[in-house]
C-alpha cells in the first residue's frame, strides 16, 4: 500500500470511530438489586473497606483487589517527542497515545487509558503524574523529548509505588537486545564481544546503550547531532555517556564510528547512511535503522553496502524492530505479579523470552512478529523477578 493511500485510510478510520478506544462496564446493570450493588446503597461499603487500612499504601492494596486499579495503565504524554513528527504538542499526540491504548487491549488484554497532558514543565508532569496515580496499576510514559524524559522517570519511579517505564527508552531497548541476539547467532558472532555504533542519543539511544552494556556488550559508541559523544562532552547527560562508552576513544563523525563496526543501530531520523558508509563495517554487519516512518538507510541501501542482517522500525519490511513487541507484555507481567520496579534483569529476561520465540533465526528473521503466538505471554513472565 502507497504512503498516501495509508495516510488517507488511516485519516478516514479515525474519523469514523471518533476514538480507538472505549469503556465499557464489566457488569451489566439490569435492574433495581444490581444497581444498589454496584451503585448506593451498597458501594458504600467497598469505599469504608478501602478506606480503612491507615496507611495509604494499605489503602492502595485493597484497591488493586476492589477496583480498576489492579488491571489499568495510565499512557502519559506531553506530545514533545512523537514518532517522527517531533514536538506537536497533546492534541496531537493523543491519536498515538490512543493506539497504544488499543495496542495494550489487543496484545496483552491490559486496561490503559490515554493521558494527554497541557504542560511541557517536567515538574509539573511528574505532579499531574502523582495527583492521578491512585487510579491505576502502572504508568507508562510516552513520546517526552529527552533529556527530560529521564529525570520524570526517575523522580516518579522514587515517589511511586507502583512501575513506571518511559517505553521510548526501554520497551525498544529490549526489542533491540532480543534482535540482536538472534542476529548474532546467525552471523556467528559473539555478543558480547560485537562492536555497536548506536546513531541517536535520545530516550531509546540511551537506554538500548545501557541495557546492552547491561546485557556485557562492552563496545558501544553514541552518535548525536554533534558527533560521537566522547569525554570532551559537557553537557551533564552526554558527559555521563561518555563515562560509559566509546571504550577505544573514537573522535569524529559516522564513518569514524563504522570503521570495522559490527552493528549499527539507529534511533534518530531519516536517511542518515548510505550504502558506502556500511562498506565501513565489518563483514556480515547488522544494521537495524529504526527511525519512523523513514529509516536512517532502506534495507535495499544497507544491503548495497553489505549488510547481513537488516532490520527497520516498519512493518513493511522483514524484522520489524518496534517496542510494541515488549510493552504489552510487560505491563501485563507487572500488573498480574504486583511489581513495584520493573529491573534491568527483568529486561534482560524478556529480551532473551523474546529471542527464544524464534526457533530457528535467520537473516530475515531475528525477532518474532506482533501477532505471533505467545509474545505478550514470554515477555510477561520475565516481570516475576527473582
Known amino acids: 500500500m502507497k504512503k498516501n493511500d495509508t495516510n488517507k485510510k488511516a485519516i478516514a478510520l479515525h474519523k469514523k470511530l471518533a476514538g480507538k478506544i472505549s469503556i465499557q462496564g464489566t457488569y451489566k446493570v439490569t435492574d433495581r438489586a444490581g444497581l444498589s450493588l454496584i451503585y448506593t446503597p451498597g458501594v458504600a461499603a467497598v469505599s469504608s473497606l478501602l ?47 490512543e493506539g497504544k491504548c488499543a495496542l495494550f487491549k489487543t496484545f496483552a488484554n491490559v486496561d490503559a487509558f490515554p493521558l494527554v497532558l497541557d504542560t511541557q514543565d517536567p515538574d509539573k508532569i511528574i505532579e499531574a503524574v502523582m495527583a492521578i496515580a491512585p487510579v491505576f496499576g502502572g504508568i507508562n510514559l510516552e513520546d517526552i523529548a529527552a533529556p527530560k524524559c529521564f529525570y520524570i522517570e526517575e523522580e516518579l519511579k522514587k515517589r511511586l509505588d507502583i512501575p513506571v517505564m518511559h517505553d521510548d527508552q526501554h520497551g525498544t531497548a529490549i526489542v533491540i537486545l532480543a534482535a540482536l541476539l538472534n542476529a548474532a547467532k546467525v552471523v556467528k558472532k559473539n555478543l558480547k564481544k560485537l562492536k555497536v555504533v548506536i546513531s541517536g542519543a535520545g530516550a ?102 553489505g549488510a547481513y542482517v537488516i532490520g527497520t522500525g516498519r512493518s513493511d519490511y522483514p524484522n520489524q524492530i518496534n517496542n510494541s513487541l515488549a510493552f504489552p507484555g510487560i505491563f501485563r507481567g507487572v500488573l498480574d505479579h504486583r511489581v513495584r520496579q520493573i529491573t534491568d534483569e527483568m529486561k534482560i529476561k524478556a529480551a532473551k523470552n523474546l529471542a527464544a520465540l524464534v526457533k530457528h533465526p535467520t537473516a530475515k528473521r531475528v525477532v518474532p512478529g506482533p501477532f505471533d503466538q505467545g509474545v505478550s505471554q514470554a515477555v510477561a513472565r520475565a516481570m516475576k523477578g527473582s
Open 204 to 305: 531509546a539511544g540511551t537506554a538500548s546503550a545501557n541495557l546492552l552494556l547491561k546485557a556485557g556488550i562492552k563496545d558501544v559508541i553514541l552518535l548525536d547531532r554533534k558527533g560521537i559523544i566522547d569525554r570532551t562532552r559537557t553537557e551533564p547527560h552526554k558527559k555521563s555517556l561518555a563515562k560509559r562508552t566509546n571504550p577505544r576513544r573514537v573522535r569524529g563523525g559516522l564513518q569514524e564510528a563504522l570503521r570495522g563496526a559490527d552493528v549499527l543501530l539507529g534511533v534518530s531520523g531519516p536517511g542518515l547512511a548510505t550504502a558506502e558508509d556500511i562498506k565501513l563495517m565489518a563483514k556480515k554487519a547488522i544494521v537495524f535503522a529504526m527511525a519512523n516512518p523513514t529509516p536512517e538507510i532502506t534495507p535495499d541501501e544497507a544491503a548495497r553496502g
Open 51 to 97: 478506606s480503612t487500612p491507615s496507611t495509604s499504601s494499605g489503602q492502595a492494596k485493597l484497591a488493586r483487589d476492589y477496583t480498576i486499579k489492579g488491571k489499568t495503565v495510565a499512557v502519559i504524554s506531553d506530545g514533545s517527542a512523537v514518532l517522527g513528527l517531533g514536538n506537536i504538542g497533546p492534541y496531537g499526540a493523543l491519536p498515538v497515545m
